[in-house]
């Protein structure tokens, strides 16, 4: 089973940036897609960005995109995902999650593990 530990959560100023790290272990981490998920307060867990195995193809949720780049390197088993111009509605906790196959999906039930989340508290 493979381990996904995210990182890089914080508190920021609105109009802020942050990059988010998650880490995987396993020797296959480069075979599989990723994907980033968030989760605010009272609300359900939505989909924010993925990327395929290769890093070719990238997918967003529309009102992240031009704001936040999702990568990924395989060297290190860690993927990305930068965000700039963060808005307070940007606040959440956020989940990396390995996809089934190496096809990005923005859909979370093609994801086969999770990471615990880091919180992203973005102040007005």
């Known amino acids: 089973q493979v381990q996904l530990v995210e990182s890089g959560g914080g508190l920021v100023q609105a109009g802020g940036s942050l990059r988010l790290s998650c880490a995987a272990s396993g020797r296959t981490f480069s075979t599989y897609a990723m994907g980033w998920f968030r989760q605010a307060p009272g609300k359900e867990r939505e989909f924010v960005a993925a990327?395929?195995?290769?890093?070719?193809?990238?997918y967003y949720t529309t009102s992240v995109k031009g704001r936040f780049t999702v990568s990924r390197d395989n060297a290190k088993n860690t993927v990305y995902l930068q965000m700039n111009s963060l808005k307070p509605e940007d606040s959440a906790v956020y989940y990396c999650?390995?996809?089934?196959?190496?096809?990005?999906?923005?859909?979370?039930?093609?994801?086969?593990?999770w990471g615990k989340g880091t919180l992203v508290t973005v102040s007005s």
């Open positions: 999650a390995r996809g089934k196959t190496g096809v990005a999906t923005t859909d979370s039930n093609g994801m086969d593990s």
């Open positions: 990327i395929s195995w290769t890093g070719i193809r990238t």
